[in-house]
């Protein structure tokens, strides 16, 4: 079973500018998270997804942030304009769905460097 | 405020020795606590799932216990190998569902083991 994909592996830009992450989830995984992960920390979930609806995005910085997914499949998380403190790993997980206890399965991550 | 304390932040032991990692938590209600293995470079991946009624689970060389008397779980590596070095992080969720919704995650143990 093909494993959660996410690009590109390392990113870096200067501040202000923009950027953006793709996450395709293992198929049939109807619950998409993006997580940031600073240095030393456990990770923090920014967004949830449950197929094209977004469940939860309280921790989502809005004026800066922007998450989509469309089609219910792969997702889009982007920075506009991106600061220091965004210096991070940006994780997507899936799970099946919301009920019963899902675990929840990483991609390797998406290392962002902000100068 | 729910929160995850784990200990030690960092450990180094030589290849072969056994060890613990801690986890005491303060989330409530309860529902269950996981275990992840995160390598560098990767995203986590899921070690063991404990519910409220669960005291030990296994998988391998790893074996956790939940106390939810206490609020304390631990995590035992028996027969150390230099795969195992990786930041090891504590989950506590307060819903029988799997979603993002109210986990905690504690900030990681790093390990190191050492030939």
């Known amino acids: 079973e093909a494993g959660v994909a996410q690009s590109p592996r390392y990113k870096i830009i200067e501040k202000r500018q923009s950027v953006a992450f793709w996450c395709n989830p293992i198929?049939?995984?109807?619950?998409l998270y993006w997580y940031q992960q600073i240095l030393g920390q456990g990770p923090k979930l920014l967004i949830q997804?449950?197929?094209?609806?977004?469940?939860?995005d309280s921790q989502l910085p809005k004026d800066r942030f922007s998450a989509e997914r469309l089609k219910g499949v792969d997702s889009t998380l982007k920075i506009q304009p991106a600061k220091l403190e965004d210096s991070a790993v940006y994780l997507c997980a899936s799970s099946l769905d919301l009920s019963g206890g899902d675990e929840q399965f990483f991609g390797p991550g998406t290392r962002l460097t902000v100068l | 405020k729910n929160q995850v304390e784990q200990s030690p932040q960092s450990l180094i032991i030589l290849e072969g020795k056994n060890c613990t990692l801690q986890c005491n938590y303060t989330v409530s209600p309860f529902s269950n606590l996981r275990w992840y293995k995160q390598d560098t470079g990767r995203g986590p991946v899921s070690l063991t799932i404990m519910t409220f009624s669960e005291n030990t689970k296994s998988n391998g060389r790893y074996t956790a216990t939940l106390d939810a008397d206490t609020k304390q779980s631990s995590l035992h590596i028996t027969a150390s190998q230099l795969s195992d070095s990786a930041s090891y992080i504590c989950v506590v969720s307060p819903y029988s569902g799997g979603g993002a919704d109210g986990l905690t995650f504690g900030k990681g143990t790093h390990l190191i083991i050492q030939p």
């Open positions: 997804f449950q197929n094209n609806g977004v469940v939860d």
């Open positions: 198929s049939g995984h109807a619950t």
